[in-house]
Structure formats: C-alpha cells, structure tokens
C-alpha cells in the first residue's frame, strides 16, 4: 500500500466517523437544521471519496462490484495497515 492510498483510506474512515457521529447526534436531534447540513456535506464527500479510492485501488467492501479477478482481496486487511504517514 502506497503513501497516496494510505492517506486516501485514512481520509475515507474520517470522514466515516464524522458521518456516524452526526447520525447518532440526528438520531436525538432530528430538527438541528445545522447538523443535518453538516451530516448531508460530509455524506456527499464520503460517496466522492469511496469513488476516487475504488476507481483507483479497487472495492473497499464486499458488496462493490470487482473486476476480475476478484479484487476485494488485493490488498492489506484494514488492522494489518501502518497508518503512520511519513
């Protein structure tokens, strides 16, 4: 894994925890008109992220479609990356 992918997936799971903590925070707020826009924001730059990273490095999970061979496997399992970004 490369430094560019290491940066991109670590990019992915950020903005991953932005969007589960507004959710939780929707969940128990559901008319803060602000956390909505910021939740919808952050959904948006998820999906464009996910787009890049899958165009240039193949499917982050399972459910993705894969060219073949079957690619979900290439590359290191997210427990087995070193995020340590020189």
């Known amino acids: 894994m490369d430094r560019e992918q290491k940066i991109l997936l670590k990019e992915i799971m950020e903005v991953g925890f932005v969007l589960v903590e507004t959710n939780l925070y929707l969940d128990i707020q559901p008319n803060?008109?602000?956390?909505?826009?910021?939740?919808n924001s952050y959904s948006q730059k998820y999906k464009e992220l996910e787009s890049l990273y899958?165009?240039?490095y193949?499917?982050?999970?399972?459910t993705e479609m894969s060219s073949y061979p079957w690619a979900y496997i290439n590359g290191p399992w997210?427990?087995?990356?070193?995020?340590?970004i020189p």
């Open 32 to 39: 803060d008109e602000r956390a909505l826009r910021l939740h």
């Open 54 to 56: 899958q165009a240039k």
């Open 58 to 62: 193949g499917p982050l999970r399972y």
């Open 78 to 84: 997210p427990w087995e990356i070193n995020f340590d």
